[in-house]
């Protein structure tokens, strides 16, 4: 089967290490900003045109809608570990059955997660136990969003595909467009037509189907390896099952921990309104202090998985170090930037002082926690790059899950139930993963290296 020389996929086989990780990240560090702009317009723009109440509601249904989302990119990581190592190899036929069988569970899935999403939406709020002001703005807004499911999740799979053999640019370009599509509706919906917080949730997802149906035009016209063909629509078994064997721990992981963190959420509710806009302005910013780490995880896996595939294992324990050390820099100096100027950042979605006060306290209590963060993510990142994807699963929930619900339950009953104790939880969180995954990736990678010395 003979294939053009391919333009735009990236092969990462060989070149300098840490020019070919930036040069992968740096378009998905923007990227996922304009991603994270869907929701973060939302918030900034019923903050300041709607009111307190309903930037409360936009910001405690992240966590919800994190569920579903997470689950699938975990899913779709496996599909893009499968991807580049077929790529890394040559192997072209077999990628091409991986390209379609991710396609085909992507429309079943984005199918399944609406009707899920839907049903689930007002036991969940009931379950994080949202407050009376909040709930009816929370529902209306949960039950759009998810209506619209199935445009996040094709756009997010096929820009997966992308990525796995290293094209980064072309998914930047359609979110940048759609992004601003997005702000646009937003405020037309909102100031203009007074929908409210329906207005908000209808341009997200408008903008989501509009990046999907761009994503899959481009997909069904390349000629390039990775080319759709829809006549040849179909799942292969084998292909599916490589990709929930590192896709499914992966998802898992994602979807508990974001369960997880409904807990803390209605730790938080019980604080009242101002304090649940506090806590919406901190995650709002803490998505995008996880943008370095993020999208350095997603560089290491791609890496990690094509030189894999190409049998270069010396280049996969040199990225996967260097991938680390450049989270951890880019992060620090976000870090050190949100500390000082905590106020202003948190003001920018909210003029309500005592909204800023909480944001402000959770913002300066955790940020600089997040470099332990840096480590568990672009670590995983390049353990599920070498197939092991159940470690980092199992460590994840033990920290993320298990002990950020222990640490709660005692501290809330028999230290002090305060604000900044309960944003507390994540560093807690953080911190102990980033042990115990060290700890992990030398026992089980780095001593088999130095045996076979």
Known sequence: MKHREKTSAQDMTKGNIVLLLVQFAVPLIVGNLFQMMYNTVDSLVVGNFVGKEALAAVGSTTMIINMLVFFFNGVSTGAGVVISRYYGARKYDRLHAAVETTIFV?????????????????????????????????????????????????????????????????PLLFLIFTSVVNAVLDLLFVIVFHAGIAGVAYATIIAQFLSAIMILVLLSRTKEIYHLSWRDMKCDLTVLRQIFVIGLPAGVQSVITAFSNVFVQSYINSFGSACMAGWSCYNKLDTFIMLPMQSMAQAATTFVGQNIGAGKDDRVNKGTVQSITLTVGFTG?????????????????????????????????NVFFMLFNCVNHTLAGALRGRGDSTGPMVIMLLNFVALRQVYLFVVTRFISNTERLVGFSYPVGWTACCIMEVAYFYLRWGRKKEERR
């Open 333 to 365: 100096i976000i870090a050190v930037f949100l500390y000082f100027f905590a106020a202003p950042v948190t003001g920018i979605f909210t003029g309500d002082a005592d909204v800023i006060r909480y944001g402000v306290l959770f913002l300066q209590g």
């Open 106 to 170: 992507t429309f079943v899935c984005g199918i399944l997660f609406t009707v899920i999403g839907i049903l689930m939406v007002h036991p969940m709020l009931l379950f994080m136990s949202t407050p009376e002001d909040v709930m009816d703005a929370a529902t209306v807004y949960l039950k759009i969003y998810f209506a619209g499911m199935l445009g996040l999740l094709v756009y997010n799979m096929g820009s997966g595909i992308l990525r796995a053999v290293g094209d980064t640019r072309r």
